[in-house]
């Protein structure tokens, strides 16, 4: 009670020292004329025995805080998942493929990445060779893309009405002539789709 009541004419002061001070319309007076208190009242000594929360806490609040420790079991869920739900350790792949072609890891279903930076590769230059050869005309004929001794293996007669590029280089090993025949299979006349394998 006498804690309070201390505390309370110390703000009281303190008030009268910034009203003193807006009324001059400057800084704080100086020394001499600023109201003191003795260490006494600023720190008053709290009774020994006799403090309840309502000494300390006054007209203020307390945050919640938990009631119980967390289990190990809740710790280690939050810290390393559940297998059932999300599971946050580190597991080995087990989706990975070895390339037999040039022995670089990929996982299944995808294709090999090495491998197919050369087929990326390869297109970007016949893609420079078309371009190169056709500039900005319409292309109204077919395109074929020959390698180097592939034109002399047919007739001339063949090549009539096919606008004819030329790679100046031999055909990769892996490039096979197959890759750029036209499809024998003749387009769908109907729209009509039937459903297959249904049993």
């Given at each position: 009670m006498a804690a309070s009541l201390i505390t309370r004419v110390n703000l009281a002061l303190q008030r009268l020292d910034h009203a003193i001070a807006a009324f001059f319309n400057?800084?704080?007076?100086?020394d001499g004329f600023c109201i003191a208190a003795t260490n006494s009242e600023v720190y008053p000594q709290p009774p020994?025995?006799?403090?309840?929360?309502?000494?300390?806490?006054?007209?203020g609040f307390l945050w919640a805080v938990p009631r119980n420790r967390r289990t190990i079991e809740k710790r280690w869920k939050r810290r390393f998942g559940h297998p059932d739900y999300v599971l946050k350790i580190l597991l080995p792949r087990k989706n990975l493929r070895v390339c037999n072609v040039c022995g670089d890891d990929h996982e299944v279903g995808v294709l090999?990445?090495?491998?197919?930076?050369?087929?990326?590769?390869?297109t970007k230059e016949m893609q420079d060779a078309i371009q190169n050869e056709l500039r900005l005309s319409p292309v109204e004929k077919e395109v074929v893309v020959l390698y180097d001794g592939e034109k002399n293996e047919k007739p001339s007669e063949y090549w009539q009405g096919k606008r004819v590029?030329?790679?100046k280089k031999s055909r990769p090993a892996w490039f096979s002539k197959n890759l750029l025949q036209q499809t024998?299979?003749?387009?769908?006349?109907t729209t009509d789709v039937k459903p297959s394998d249904l049993g």
């Open positions: 400057k800084g704080f007076p100086p020994s025995n006799n403090i309840t929360i309502n000494d300390i806490i006054g007209d090999c990445p090495t491998c197919y930076k050369k087929v990326i590769d390869e590029v030329e790679m024998t299979q003749q387009p769908a006349t």
